[in-house]
C-alpha cells in the first residue's frame, strides 16, 4: 500500500466529525488498518513473484482466498465499529439513527463472514472465470444485503427516533 494510503488511514481519524465514535472502536480501527497494508503488500508480492517468475503460483486461489481472508477479518470487525463516516456501512440511514448503524454493522458482519468462509471453499473448488463469478456475486449480495435493510429498519423507526445522532 502507498504511503499516501497509510497517511490517508491516519488522518481519516482526525477530520471525522464523529472522531469520538472512532475513539471508541481505535483497536479495531488500527487493526484494521495494519490488515488493508499487509493484504496489499501481499497482493504486491504475488504481482511481484508471477513477474519474475511466471506460472509458479496459482494466482486466482491465492487473491480470491485472500479477499476471502479479507472478508472474514472485517466482517469479523463490523458489529464492533461505532457511527462514523469513513469506516463500515454509512448510508444516510445508518447514519441518522444508532438503532439503525448497529443493526446493519450485526448483519454486515454475520454476511462478511459467511461470505468470506464461502469464497475461502469455493477457491479450493472453482477456478478461472467461475470462481470470480462467484467471487463478484457473493460480494454483491453481501455487501447489498446490509443496505437494503439498513434503509427498510430506518423506514420502521418513529419520526422521533430519526434523528442524527
Known amino acids: 500500500m502507498s504511503p499516501a494510503n497509510a497517511a490517508l488511514f491516519m488522518v481519516l481519524p482526525v477530520i471525522d466529525p464523529r472522531k469520538?465514535?472512532?475513539?471508541?472502536?481505535?483497536?479495531?480501527?488500527?487493526?484494521?488498518?495494519?490488515?488493508?497494508?499487509?493484504?496489499?503488500?501481499?497482493?504486491?508480492?504475488?504481482?511481484?513473484?508471477?513477474?519474475?517468475n511466471p506460472g509458479k503460483l496459482r494466482v486466482e486461489f491465492l487473491v480470491t482466498a485472500g479477499c476471502g481472508l479479507l472478508f472474514v477479518?472485517?466482517?469479523?470487525?463490523?458489529?464492533?465499529?461505532?457511527?462514523?463516516?469513513f469506516?463500515?456501512?454509512?448510508?444516510?440511514?445508518?447514519?441518522?439513527?444508532?438503532e439503525v448503524w448497529q443493526r446493519t454493522h450485526r448483519l454486515a458482519g454475520f454476511a462478511w463472514?459467511?461470505?468470506?468462509?464461502?469464497?475461502?471453499?469455493?477457491?479450493?473448488?472453482?477456478?478461472?472465470?467461475?470462481?470470480?463469478a462467484a467471487l463478484l456475486g457473493i460480494i454483491a449480495l453481501v455487501t447489498v444485503l446490509p443496505i437494503v435493510m439498513s434503509y427498510i429498519w430506518y423506514q420502521k423507526l418513529p419520526e422521533s427516533e430519526k434523528q442524527p445522532h
Not at 475513539?23 to 504486491?44: P, Q, S
Not at 469506516?87 to 444508532?98: D, H, K, Q, V, Y
Open 20 to 52: 469520538r465514535n472512532i475513539e471508541k472502536f481505535r483497536g479495531f480501527y488500527d487493526a484494521f488498518c495494519l490488515f488493508m497494508m499487509a493484504f496489499m503488500l501481499g497482493v504486491i508480492g504475488i504481482i511481484l513473484s508471477e513477474s519474475f
Open 113 to 132: 463472514v459467511s461470505g468470506g468462509v464461502l469464497i475461502i471453499a469455493l477457491s479450493f473448488i472453482l477456478r478461472n472465470v467461475a470462481l470470480y
Open 73 to 85: 477479518f472485517v466482517g469479523n470487525m463490523m458489529p464492533k465499529f461505532k457511527s462514523n463516516f
Open 87 to 98: 469506516a463500515g456501512i454509512r448510508t444516510p440511514w445508518t447514519l441518522s439513527s444508532n
